[in-house]
């Protein structure tokens, strides 16, 4: 009886759907009456458009989406459509090439050595916290959907004692699609997938796939839904803010397996991270903005004060002044130069940092990278106690060259090959300095990457261009007061225009679905050749108000 009624319910929403009030306002400015007509009419139809999602996509956008933070309005682009342009593209969305990462464990005395393991479950990045745990000796709440992947790791009777350190490195946008574009440059990767257990199936689990959110999840084990960062930006006290405002951790809504296992130990273990942004902080946790915490290591480099290298939130977390003197970035950059077969100092043409700074779309931090975490490691005596220790890290260049240039470009594949040689040179630090078959490292990625839209055929979406068009089709003469953000899988609107125009946002839905290649050109800008015949195609497969996700997901399990 009950599925009779939820199957009703959903042909009245889908009747009520059809009917909806459209936009009266006619669009003006840039865009002809014609091209009005063609890009704009209200046809009814978010709802059963985003009814037809995949499963896995709308299971990703739910377990992404966090009542109050994300979007009022969310969007997925029709593949292999997305946000950006033909010069820089972006990762956020729920399809596979950006979804599959690799996962890989590798601890000699720890993980089974099988190689490939295809699980007959879901697996995702939220798994490596539940798996850690079992190695730590310690465990999540029971609600969290993290299960460990005890399928990797030998029996405990075989264990010989609880690792000294635990290790996750993150290569940031190094998901399969990158990998596999480039399968020649990461042998070393390779060799720890054979020596130990490369999970195949393993995804990031939610949408949007960012930095934020998916190193949040695997710090806690669970998904943004629950963890509360559900992006770079989100919606708080009525703004949209930084998620890691100042560097702290105070957004995050659930503490993460560090912040339970820490005080297990009387704080005696030690903990910490090594990162390019405080987007990164996820995976570690609260440090001492926690009652009962402390102040763990965090290695943070943007938004460094200037003269210096390193920067974090000193309320909560130790940063040792010491790391400032590391020695040998001069040594690397002069490798990354001649890497190319050219002592000129530059990288494939593209000119080499000077000072000691990470950001750059080049390999040369990672390198320096390795350094800094060898003298923290050695300095704190990281793994040389009965006391397991803890320690998170990302590798940014791999996710920053390909914005900066592309995935499908050899600037990706020198970078692989720089990023492997240096996962190799960890590897052998600590087995010098903890001893082989005392640690365990899992090796993943937060997300995949978007290829340069010329080999695709995807026409890359030009945000403001759209933003003008929605805020034109609603009566709105000025975007700036229609919008709070905007990112590639949605957008905040202002709720006072929303409430004094008498904007809904079902309309702006469809409007959204009925948006084409055409009209998305920028007024004076040439069309590519390759899209001249293309401009009718419309730009997205689904548009839904957040506050009404659960009734498309409820729709989509309706459906045959």
């Known amino acids: 009886m009950d599925t009779l009624k939820r199957v009703a319910a959903v042909i009245v929403v889908v009747a009520l759907a059809f009917t909806a009030f459209t936009i009266a306002t006619r669009v003006t400015g840039n865009k002809t009456e014609s091209e009005l007509d063609a890009a704009g009419a209200p046809s009814g139809t978010w709802l059963t458009a985003s009814c037809e999602l995949p499963p896995a996509h709308l299971r990703r956008l739910v377990a992404g989406t966090y009542e109050g933070r994300s979007p009022d309005l969310q ?3 029709k593949a292999p459509n997305l946000f950006g ?15 599959d990462v690799p996962l890989v464990l590798y601890g000699p ?57 635990v290790l996750l490195v993150v290569w940031d946008g190094g998901g399969w699609n990158v990998l596999n574009r480039w399968p020649n440059t990461w042998p070393v990767l390779k060799s720890l ?90 995976m570690l946790g609260h440090g001492a903005y926690l009652e009962d915490g402390d102040k763990d290591f965090a290695v943070l480099t943007h938004g460094a004060p200037k003269g210096e290298t390193f920067t974090a ?13 590391v020695r040998g970035f001069a040594a690397d950059r002069q490798n990354v130069d001649l890497s190319d077969g050219k002592d000129d100092g530059l990288w494939m043409g593209h000119p080499l940092q000077t000072e000691k700074k ?49 995935m499908v470009l050899p600037e990706m594949r020198s970078t692989l090959e720089h990023t492997d040689e240096i996962l190799g040179k960890l590897v052998r630090h600590l087995d010098r300095s903890i001893g082989r078959g005392r640690w365990v490292m899992a090796m993943t990625a937060d997300h995949g990457q978007g290829p340069a839209p010329r080999t695709t055929g995807g026409w890359p979406i030009e945000m403001e261009e759209l933003q003008r068009d929605i805020a034109r089709a609603v009566g709105v003469n000025d975007p700036a007061n229609l919008y709070q953000g905007q990112r590639p899988t949605g957008m905040w609107f202002n709720p006072r225009t929303m409430a004094r125009k008498g904007i809904a946002l079902e309309d702006i839905a469809d409007f959204i679905m009925g948006y084409k290649i055409g009209d998305n050109v920028i007024r004076g800008k040439t069309v590519p050749r390759a899209y001249r015949d293309r401009l009718n195609e419309k730009l997205f497969a689904a548009a839904m108000p957040t506050n009404r996700l ?7 399990e309706a459906l045959p």
């Open 75 to 77: 969007y997925v682009p």
């Open 85 to 99: 342009s033909f010069e820089m593209t972006t990762h956020s969305g729920p399809w596979g090439y950006l979804q």
């Open 109 to 165: 005395g720890y993980i089974e050595s099988q190689g490939d393991l295809t699980l007959d479950r879901r697996v995702t990045v939220a798994d490596i916290a539940a798996t850690f745990a079992e190695l730590l000796g310690t465990s999540l709440p029971e609600d969290r959907p993290a299960r460990s992947i005890s399928e990797a790791l030998l029996p405990a009777e075989a264990r010989s004692e609880p690792p000294r350190m």
């Open 193 to 282: 997938m054979a020596e130990g257990t490369s999970v195949q199936n393993a995804e990031v689990g939610s949408s949007p796939s960012v930095t934020p959110a998916t190193h949040t999840t695997m710090g806690s084990g669970d998904f943004p839904s629950v963890h509360g960062i559900v992006d770079i930006p989100m919606r708080r006290g009525g703004r949209v803010v930084n998620s890691f405002p100042n560097k702290s951790p105070k957004f995050m809504a659930i503490e993460t397996l560090a912040d339970l296992y820490d005080p297990t130990t009387n704080n005696r273990s030690k903990i910490g991270v090594m990162a390019e942004r405080a987007w990164h902080l996820g």
């Open 313 to 325: 939130n000193t309320n909560f977390y130790r940063l040792p002044g010491y790391l400032e003197r």
């Open 358 to 406: 990470a950001g750059a779309t080049n390999p040369l931090w990672t390198r320096y990278q390795l350094r800094v975490l060898k003298k923290l490691w050695t300095t704190e005596q990281f793994g040389q106690d009965s006391v397991p220790d803890l320690f998170f890290t990302n590798f940014k260049e791999v996710d920053l060259v390909g914005h900066g240039h592309n």
């Open 550 to 556: 659960d009734e498309v997901q409820a729709c989509a």
